[in-house]
């Protein structure tokens, strides 16, 4: 089980961190996503850390935000900086196994999803 935390309203420019807690399973060995999907729109990729520590991040939050991860709390995170209202969605965490240097970063690549967190960015 995944378990998203840490959305939440905030004025354009302004920061946001978010936490995915996993339960029931161990994510060290797992390719860690963070999606998200504003009304009306579909699920997009936002960022990816591998196993091993590798990032990649969707061209739009390059540079305002860093995922990162802690295998001992078993946990991932994504923060976000300089907040544009563009970024409002719920945001989802997910996790699939990570093979090798395989980059993953479509929705069907990933098998195990949270319940979302709305985060919120007004102008």
């Known amino acids: 089980q995944l378990v998203e935390s840490g959305g939440g309203l905030v004025q354009a420019g302004g920061s946001l961190r978010l936490s995915c807690a996993a339960s029931g399973r161990t994510i060290s060995n797992d390719y860690m996503g963070w999606f998200r999907q504003a009304p009306g729109k579909e699920r997009e990729f936002v960022a990816a850390?591998?196993?091993?520590?590798?990032?990649h991040y969707q061209d739009s939050v390059e540079g305002r935000s860093t995922i990162s991860r802690d295998n001992a709390k078993n946990t991932v995170s994504l923060q976000m900086n300089s907040l544009k209202p563009e970024d409002t969605a719920v945001y989802y965490c997910?996790?699939?196994?990570?093979?090798?240097?395989?980059?993953?970063?479509?929705?069907?690549?990933?098998?195990?999803w949270g319940q979302g967190t709305q985060v919120t960015v007004s102008s």
């Open positions: 850390i591998s196993s091993a520590g590798f990032t």
């Open positions: 997910a996790a699939r196994l990570s093979y090798g240097n395989s980059r993953y970063s479509r929705v069907t690549d990933f098998g195990s």
